[in-house]
């Protein structure tokens, strides 16, 4: 089976380093940062969409908050972070056991690498799919897409785990079940109003999903 892993909220915890990187950008713009519970819902969605009503909108404005978010992220953000616990031995037994695994993300490709390269067990991953840093989208749907095209994987050989509701929209979009898993930064409302085939707990309940028999399509 193919397994696709969102990166942060599902793999990592990032808030640490993704907010501290919004905190600065906002600070160089002058702009005061929102509450702390607000900013946590910015992780996850693409920059540009949550940086723009701060910013009136204003595209300049928007492009240049985002480039002081990755001149911090760039030095310290993409290291502040830790493995959820659990999770290294997930991706060990499904490695073990012939499953595929490759890893998508809405951070952009060039700040995802270094993170996955440095997991204690990046080297499952086969292959990162990340956008492009210029994009304002989440292209959550077409990176999926793609990981299937790249791998020859059927949709019904194949599962989106995230931890928002952009990453069961891309499963959805590609007929691919999408699990849900709530140790992130979404929540279950939000994952099953999305169309999750299932929401996990805990990595040992995702663990008994992508363990479970197949479905015959």
């Given at each position: 089976?193919?397994?696709?892993?969102?990166?942060?909220?599902?793999?990592?915890?990032?808030?640490?380093?993704?907010?501290?990187?919004?905190?600065?950008?906002?600070?160089?713009?002058?702009?005061?940062?929102?509450?702390?519970?607000?900013?946590?819902?910015?992780i996850?969605?693409?920059?540009?969409?949550?940086?723009?009503?701060?910013?009136?909108?204003?595209?300049?404005?928007?492009?240049?908050?985002?480039?002081?978010?990755?001149?911090?992220?760039?030095?310290?953000?993409?290291?502040?972070?830790?493995?959820?616990?659990?999770?290294?031995?997930?991706?060990?037994?499904?490695?073990?056991?012939?499953?595929?695994?490759?890893?998508?993300?809405?951070?952009?490709?060039?700040?995802a690498?270094?993170?996955?390269?440095?997991?204690?067990?990046?080297?499952?991953?086969?292959?990162?799919?990340?956008p492009?840093?210029?994009?304002?989208?989440?292209?959550?749907?077409?990176?999926?897409?793609?990981?299937?095209?790249?791998?020859?994987?059927?949709?019904?050989?194949?599962?989106?785990?995230?931890?928002?509701?952009?990453?069961?929209?891309?499963?959805?979009?590609?007929?691919?079940?999408?699990?849900?898993?709530?140790?992130?930064?979404?929540?279950?409302?939000?994952?099953?109003?999305?169309?999750?085939?299932?929401?996990?707990?805990?990595?040992?309940?995702?663990?008994?999903?992508?363990?479970?028999?197949?479905?015959?399509?």
């Open positions: 089976m193919l397994c696709l892993f969102d990166l942060d909220g599902t793999l990592i915890d990032s808030e640490h380093g993704i907010l501290a990187c919004v905190k600065h950008a906002l600070a160089r713009l002058d702009v005061p940062a929102p509450a702390h519970e607000e900013l946590r819902g910015w996850g969605p693409p920059l540009r969409h949550s940086f723009a009503p701060l910013l009136d909108h204003d595209a300049e404005r928007i492009e240049a908050a985002v480039a002081y978010y990755h001149e911090r992220f760039d030095t310290h953000g993409w290291r502040e972070h830790a493995v959820y616990p659990g999770i290294e031995a997930l991706i060990g037994n499904l490695r073990r056991s012939g499953h595929r695994l490759a890893v998508v993300t809405s951070k952009p490709h060039r700040h690498a270094p993170i996955v390269e440095h997991l204690p067990f990046g080297a499952a991953f086969e292959r990162l799919y990340g492009h840093p210029g994009s304002a989208h989440s292209e959550k749907a077409a990176m999926i897409g793609q990981a299937l095209a790249d791998f020859g994987s059927d949709p019904t050989d194949a599962v989106m785990i995230g931890d928002r509701h952009f990453d069961i929209d891309g499963a959805v979009a590609n007929r691919v079940r999408g699990f849900g898993v709530l140790w992130g930064f979404g929540g279950r409302a939000e994952l099953e109003q999305a169309g999750a085939h299932a929401v996990a707990a805990t990595p040992d309940e995702l663990a008994a999903l992508l363990f479970a028999p197949t479905p015959a399509a």
